[in-house]
């Protein structure tokens, strides 16, 4: 396995919310010289290799199954000083993290697998394990994007949205279980209830919907 860690990880296959936080990252690197990083979910490394490269220290935060496939990958970068990996899911955070409270917090994927409820609960638990001023930044599927194509759960409310997506989107996304999906606003007002400031929310080309709160 042999990956590339000599371009600039700002320009390489980065989405706006990525590129969002690689800046931030930058910014306290020149005034604090020392960044804490918290991924949720990201096996192949790709955004953690991407943080380390710009100084910070890295955790990569996965589902246990995931060990060998994501400790197989920091070896191969190069990175093991900077980056390593704790077992879990967004369900069931541990009652700490090594190096905790972080400067920042990516959630890539997994809030939707949870009802909004939930999903509040843990954005709390997450705001919690920044520093004050800290960010963390949201990627969730969204309702006005191709999922909502059969979705059973589209008409309810947000606190109601919990279901399957059709048969052909599951198939083709290889998502098997119920989500919730949400608009802008949805993420905004989860935001904002978990107890954060939200600095913005955006939706992506295809849908998607993502955003950035502080710990205040």
């Given at each position: 396995?042999?990956?590339?860690?000599?371009?600039?990880?700002?320009?390489?296959?980065?989405?706006?919310?990525?590129?969002?936080?690689?800046?931030?990252c930058v910014k306290r690197q020149r005034v604090e010289h020392h960044v804490s990083v918290l991924i949720m979910s990201d096996k192949r490394c790709e955004m953690a290799i991407?943080?380390?490269?710009?100084?910070?220290?890295v955790i990569v935060a996965d589902d246990p199954g995931l060990l060998h496939e994501v400790e197989g990958r920091i070896l191969a970068s190069g990175l093991r000083e900077e980056i390593s990996f704790a077992s879990c899911v967004l369900s069931e955070l541990p009652e700490e993290f090594p190096g905790e409270p972080f400067d920042i917090i990516v959630v890539r994927r997994g809030l939707c697998a949870m009802p909004y409820e939930e999903a509040r609960?843990?954005?709390?638990?997450?705001?919690?394990?920044?520093?004050?001023?800290?960010?963390?930044?949201?990627?969730?599927?969204?309702?006005?994007?191709?999922?909502?194509?059969?979705?059973?759960?589209g008409e309810v409310t947000v606190d109601q949205r919990f279901a399957e997506l059709s048969p052909a989107l599951a198939e083709k996304y290889d998502i098997r279980q119920p989500v919730c999906l949400y608009t802008e606003r949805n993420l905004f007002?989860?935001?904002?209830?978990?107890?954060?400031?939200?600095?913005?929310?955006?939706?992506?080309?295809?849908g998607n919907v993502k955003g950035i709160a502080v710990r205040v």
């Amino acid at each position: 396995m042999t990956i590339n860690i000599t371009a600039n990880p700002l320009e390489t296959g980065t989405d706006e919310l990525e590129r969002f936080a690689l800046e931030e990252c930058v910014k306290r690197q020149r005034v604090e010289h020392h960044v804490s990083v918290l991924i949720m979910s990201d096996k192949r490394c790709e955004m953690a290799i991407k943080f380390a490269q710009l100084g910070a220290q890295v955790i990569v935060a996965d589902d246990p199954g995931l060990l060998h496939e994501v400790e197989g990958r920091i070896l191969a970068s190069g990175l093991r000083e900077e980056i390593s990996f704790a077992s879990c899911v967004l369900s069931e955070l541990p009652e700490e993290f090594p190096g905790e409270p972080f400067d920042i917090i990516v959630v890539r994927r997994g809030l939707c697998a949870m009802p909004y409820e939930e999903a509040r609960q843990v954005v709390r638990q997450l705001l919690l394990r920044l520093k004050i001023g800290g960010k963390l930044y949201l990627s969730v599927l969204g309702l006005h994007s191709e999922l909502s194509e059969g979705y059973s759960a589209g008409e309810v409310t947000v606190d109601q949205r919990f279901a399957e997506l059709s048969p052909a989107l599951a198939e083709k996304y290889d998502i098997r279980q119920p989500v919730c999906l949400y608009t802008e606003r949805n993420l905004f007002m989860l935001l904002l209830e978990a107890g954060a400031s939200v600095l913005r929310t955006l939706t992506t080309t295809y849908g998607n919907v993502k955003g950035i709160a502080v710990r205040v």
